[in-house]
């Protein structure tokens, strides 16, 4: 990574048209919290979930049995617990579980707490025991608030090792629609991505990311301009230095993933700064940065043909890809796997990454699939998966 305050611009292409060339639009700091309340001081603390596990005496002891030897291997390279925010068919709310990710075990069932009703997102941080869930009203409508943030924090066998915590930022306003959120690998930060004059998510209005300090509660946003769409994928890279966001605009014609410091000293930069094209391979909406900074991935090309590409973050240009259109690959799945869909998290380098597909979620290294289990209790609907 370059040592560049501030932003970086990566322009990418849209799976319906190239960019001939690279736009640059400038972001706007603002040190107000989002919501209400004071500004505090936003130094960097530790994991909030470590203190919890103190303060209540958990068992660190207790973990998940070991994977049976007849299990795949590619299970044990893997985060050992996911959570997923389901509902069944025609049976509201959705609520949140805790899933062992060898054998797909239901551990443990979260419901929103009052006065909300469901959760909409969920997000967590590179320990895999410190997740954070965003609660909303249910029915909720195009993804809008009022939205609390609470801390849910596990042991190494999946059991929560206190209630719901509620975060201490206010809860965002009613007409914000927040997209997406990632929480830093420390958990000590949390970044959303919101629209804070959109009418519905397809028609986003302005875009802001706002960065939370768990601890504290104090948040800096960083607005753009541009009228557009920030929703599509947040991730950290493993230090916790640098966030990536894609931003689509002219109704998702033109499509950008951006890098921005949200730590730099002063945290003020707000220049455009590098702007690298981005070849044109039918860019997906979830491209992710790996956590060592070097690569991009994302799912380009169309089904039955999708291939997981790497790009260069120092060039743009592609670095590699995982082509999954052998149908031999897909074995394990009920019926054949049409698509890669997304891709949901990433090792440290990317060679192995967890992905959604149209039969379920799946982890992919060396081209091959293997399937993450999941038992078979009744029509099932996942809305947001994290590990």
Not at 109 to 119: E, L, M, V
Not at 192 to 216: C, D, H, R, Y
Not at 278 to 300: M, N
Request: a positive charge; glycine letters at 10%; proline letters at 10%.
């Amino acid at each position: 990574m370059n040592g560049v305050g501030g932003l970086r611009v990566i322009a990418a292409v849209a799976a319906a048209a190239a960019i001939a060339a690279a736009v640059t639009v400038s972001l706007v700091v603002t040190d107000r919290p989002a919501g209400s309340g004071p500004v505090r001081s936003a130094g960097r603390t530790a994991d909030p979930c470590a203190t919890a596990s103190a303060t209540h005496g958990t068992t660190p002891s207790a973990t998940l049995p070991a994977l049976e030897a007849s299990a795949p291997a590619a299970l044990a390279g893997v985060p050992p617990l996911f959570v997923v925010i389901t509902q069944r068919s025609g049976s509201p709310p959705p609520y949140a579980v805790v899933r062992a990710t060898a054998t797909g075990d239901e551990l443990a069932t979260i419901a929103a707490p009052r006065p909300y009703g469901t959760f909409g997102l969920v997000t967590a941080a590179a320990n895999d025991r410190t997740f954070v869930l965003a609660a909303q009203p249910w029915p909720t409508y195009q993804g809008r608030g009022p939205t609390r943030f609470f801390l849910l924090c596990l042991n190494a066998a999946g059991q929560p090792t206190e209630r719901l915590k509620p975060l201490p930022m206010p809860p965002m306003p009613a007409s914000d629609i927040v997209y997406r959120m990632a929480l830093s690998p420390d958990a000590s930060r949390l970044a959303v991505a919101v629209a804070t004059e959109g009418k519905s998510l397809n028609t986003p209005g302005k875009s802001q990311i706002v960065v939370f300090t768990l601890a504290t509660g104090s948040a800096r946003a960083w607005s753009l301009p541009t009228t557009g769409d920030v929703g599509s994928a947040l991730s950290w890279t493993a230090n916790g230095q640098t966030l990536a966001f894609q931003f689509s605009y002219r109704n998702g014609l033109f499509t950008q993933l951006r890098l921005l410091r949200p730590g730099a000293p002063g945290g003020r930069q707000n220049s455009s700064g590098e702007t690298v094209k981005w070849t044109a391979d039918g860019f997906s909406q979830d491209a992710l940065i790996v956590p060592d900074g070097t690569k991009i991935v994302c799912v380009t090309g169309n089904p039955p043909y999708a291939v997981v590409t790497y790009y260069s973050v120092r060039t743009g240009k592609r670095a590699g890809f995982q082509r999954v259109n052998n149908a031999a690959i897909y074995a394990g799945f009920p019926s054949p796997v049409t698509a890669v869909a997304g891709v949901d998290w990433s090792s440290t380098t990317g060679s192995t990454l967890l992905v959604s597909t149209l039969q379920g979620e799946a982890v992919l290294t060396a081209g091959h699939l293997t399937p993450i289990p999941f038992p078979n209790d009744g029509p099932l609907v996942p809305l947001a998966t994290a590990w």
